[in-house]
């Protein structure tokens, strides 16, 4: 008797700022037959807005409202959930608001929350402006934060993949001038150990290769050019390895990514945001995943912003947001237990 083939997985994307390209690259996204064979779409958001996007934007695209009830739209169109106790009043796209950043804080919520009861399978999200949400009483950096809070986790971490290099990052919005006082051995520890997690529990390598740049040029040059790399990398790479997480490094980042790029390693721990960015977009630009490593759900990311410049424009590309849904896919299939 043959075993009944899972059902495709029920994935929460997030519509971001309703003022950016959100809604743009969503609705280019979905209209692609692809994603129908690797999940089942629910976007959280305004369907009117979202209808503006597949107007402008030309795309073969059915939209429904779905209530609380049910999320699921027949005739084949997507369902559109909308957490908002009122509808979205007029703004104009492009420009930060207090309106749309309390509606971009909602959807992400709304999506948590759903998440967390298994009413969907992970969390897909398109970009949020940080000013806005803030604006609207949501004092959080960013996405992750916010994630964190409403999750009530108290450790998580960055990790971007695209093309053939993983970064997880043990610093992200950091002045260049504050990041010496910001490495700690305990903070490069805990990247180590979310880097091992994520290797181990979204991406199923049971023994990670994992390795940590330096901070400074050649590793220091034997403190030449800087300490961190004795008194604060190398001790969190110890740290990390007493709790079962291996690591080795420091090594001058200039070399290590080139070796990560040819399969050397499974990720590398990057000491701050530009070190592992700045490679990974040269490689991977508008095809990369931004995931936040440490919760209790899934949750992938385009690697863009707003991008108020060119909303309405018709030109954003919707190619990082399809990764962003394939990997969320893969992941919950890898949860599942093989029947």
Known sequence: MKTRKAEKPLLGITMGDPAGIGPEVIVKALSR?????????????SVEVLARAVSFSKVSLKLRSVNLGGFEASDGAIPVLDPLRDPLGPFTP???????????????????ERALDGSIAAIVTAPINKEAINLAGYPYPGHTEMLADLTGTAEVGMMIVGGPLRFMFTTTHVAIKDLPAALTPDR??????????????????????????????????????????????????????????????????????????KGSYDAVVAMYHDQGLIPLKLA?????VNITVGLPIIRTSVDHGTAYDIVGKNIADEGSLLEAIRLAAQFVARQRPRG
């Open 284 to 288: 991977a630009f508008g095809k990369s």
């Open 94 to 112: 492009g420009k930060v608001s207090q309106e749309t950043g309390a509606a971009q804080a909602v959807y992400i919520k709304e999506a948590v």
């Open 33 to 45: 037959p692809v994603i129908r064979r690797l999940c089942r779409p629910l976007v959280i958001g």
């Open 188 to 261: 490069v520890a805990q990247a180590i150990r979310l880097c091992h997690r994520a290797l181990r529990e979204l991406f199923k390598i049971k023994q990670p290769r994992i390795a940590v740049a330096a901070l400074n040029p050649h590793a220091g040059e034997g403190g030449l050019f800087g300490s961190e790399e004795r008194t604060v990398i190398e001790p969190g790479i110890m740290k990390a390895r007493a709790l079962g997480c291996p690591a080795t490094g420091p090594f001058p980042a200039d070399t290590l990514i080139g070796q990560a790029a």
